[in-house]
């Protein structure tokens, strides 16, 4: 694998490392073939919202406690990298997934043949520690000209990154790649979750803002939007999605916590919603989800 980016794409990938970095500890890097990667991608949808405009979830009942969050692009299909890091609880996994226009080269070699397409669905792949990887882009993004990273195979032992500053110096890193990842790529049949919700990423932080800050835990409950949510006054009745802190029961200080729930009209607030069956409620923690939500927003 060889790569090289610069300006805004560089600016992009550093704050996308730093945001995965305040989630997880280990870095872990997959890189597809153009022609295997497209035939595992969904195709394109030309009715998809302009990019930097969607904040998609997709959740299941506290069975399988998922809750899938993702950003949408309108053309974000082929990709050819992806990042992955998972952090210390195995709480949550966070993927990044850069597409070849990102770059301004990238080259993984293959033959090109469809037996070797359908060889090479496993991705190169190599894992290394965030702190390694933020300690390179530790050089102000405006003193450089660009960077190239490269892996040799799949058997190498370091992963390369040269740094081309703007006033002739050149960086050389190596970091080394553990031997084996504990982050692996989620693996979900998207089609099977009863709800989705889509929505702009400023509206959920504005959502989130009537939470206390110290919160560590959110708990989400989806209904039908004809149903509304049972057990609710005639104000609040009708309104299909309700977010509510979650504090564990068994603590000696539950009853003397601050609860707040909020009752929510998806069609005043979500660009898309869709449930179907009975209610549904996951909880997960609110530091991944307000650390993905800055990056948005920068």
Known sequence: MELSMSGAALRTFSRCVTCLARIGS???FQAYPDKVHRLLS?????????ARARFCCRFASQRRAVLLISYSDAFAFGFQLELHTLNSS????????????FFDH?????????????ASSTPLQCSVLLK???AVLRTPTAAIDRINASLPNHDA????????????LKKTYRISCTAESEVQTLALDRSRFPSRLAIRPRDLTR????????????????????????CVDDDIGGKAVELLSYIDPTKDDYDSRLHTQLWIDPAEEFLEYVHAGDAVDVT??????KVVLALLSS
């Open 132 to 134: 390694s990887v933020l």
């Open 26 to 28: 280990e870095l872990v």
């Open 42 to 50: 969904e195709p394109p949808n030309p009715r998809s919202s302009p």
């Open 157 to 168: 032992s370091k992963l390369e990154f040269v740094i081309h500053c703007l006033n002739g």
């Open 106 to 118: 990238f080259h993984l070699p293959t033959d090109g043949t469809a037996a070797a397409a359908a």
């Open 90 to 101: 195995r709480s949550a996994f966070a993927s990044v997934s850069l597409k070849r226009d």
């Open 284 to 289: 997960f923690g609110v530091k991944e989800l």
């Open 207 to 230: 959502l989130l803002s009537n939470f206390q800050s110290s919160l560590q835990e959110l708990t989400i409950i989806a209904t039908e939007p004809a149903a509304g949510l049972p």
